[in-house]
């Protein structure tokens, strides 16, 4: 499966962004997907993730701000992110595995390209 991520951009704190994660290759439907992002210097942390039955899990840092969906019949996992600090400039990556919830990113076997989430005070 073959993962695009979209949506990231320039916002200022407050603001909101809906991140995209389309496939192609198969169906997203048997798929869980995970949103993880990467600051500079950092490691690559797990942000939120949806089974393929629809599960959720959400990370500390995002619980309360984000919501993440899928529309299988577009084959597209969504990441809506609300009032966004400086701390969540990232790079943020899609991710996907069989199923089931995965919390580590060498748990997740297909990747998209990451899409740039700046957050300006």
């Known amino acids: 499966v073959q993962l695009q991520a979209s949506g990231g951009g320039l916002v200022q704190t407050g603001g909101s962004l809906r991140l995209s994660c389309a496939a192609s290759?198969?169906?997203?439907?048997?798929?869980?997907i995970g949103w993880f992002r990467q600051a500079p210097g950092k490691e690559r942390e797990l942000v939120a993730a949806?089974?393929?039955?629809?599960?959720?899990y959400y990370a500390s840092s995002m619980k309360g701000r984000g919501t993440i969906s899928r529309d299988n019949a577009k084959d597209t996992v969504y990441l809506q992110m609300n009032s966004l600090k400086p701390e969540d400039t990232a790079v943020f990556y899609c991710a996907a595995r069989e199923y089931t919830l995965g919390y580590g990113p060498n748990e997740y076997k297909y990747w998209g390209q990451g899409t740039q989430v700046t957050v300006s005070s």
């Open positions: 949806i089974s393929s039955g629809r599960s959720t």
């Open positions: 290759g198969r169906f997203i439907s048997s798929y869980a």
